[in-house]
């Protein structure tokens, strides 16, 4: 079922704002029950968390605290082999995802950090786990993204390829 996810968020908050509903639950659950039979409506916690946002704004007249935290590091473990080359990829970028008009880099791992690679066995016979770990060391407040890209040859130029994806918000 598509159209539940950012439709909903956007529908549940239309409501608040037009005075519909005074609860963000309340304005999320009318929306899953008319969505959908099994009452499967918006189900991402970020998304359900702008729509509480919204009403503590709009009904509360309060403003939400986004608590300054430090990235300290970026770790992936159990990474594929081709990924752990020392030749300079993959790479990491951790954005900034409270600017109105997109993302704004804060840090990239390329000019900022520090990587360190590792690969640990503990017989001959186990596949060697592999640790890519950046060192960021970074304060971030808000809504954060964090793309994990590679470089890619493509034809006669290099692309960056996004194979990780993940967001949070620091409040």
Not at 13 to 25: E, K, V
Not at 51 to 64: A, D, N, S
């Amino acid at each position: 079922l598509a159209g539940k996810g950012r439709t909903g968020t956007v529908i549940a908050s239309y409501m608040i704002y037009a005075g519909l509903f005074s609860d963000a639950d309340d304005s999320l659950n009318f929306f899953a029950a008319k969505r959908s039979f099994n009452n499967w409506g918006v189900t991402n916690p970020s998304q359900r968390r702008y729509v509480q946002y919204l009403e503590e704004i709009t009904v509360k007249r309060k403003h939400p605290y986004n608590a300054p935290l430090i990235l300290e590091k970026i770790e992936l473990v159990h990474v594929p082999e081709d990924l752990c080359q020392v030749d300079g990829l993959p790479f990491a970028l951790v954005q900034d995802a409270n600017e109105a008009l997109g993302y704004k880099v804060i840090w990239d791992s390329r000019r900022d950090g520090y990587r360190s690679v590792s690969i640990i066995s503990n017989t001959e016979d186990e596949e060697p786990t592999r640790t890519i770990t950046w060192t960021v060391n970074k304060t971030i407040q808000g809504d954060i993204v964090i793309h994990l890209k590679e470089s890619v040859q493509k034809l006669f130029n290099l692309q960056d390829v996004v194979f990780g994806r993940f967001s949070f918000h620091t409040g």
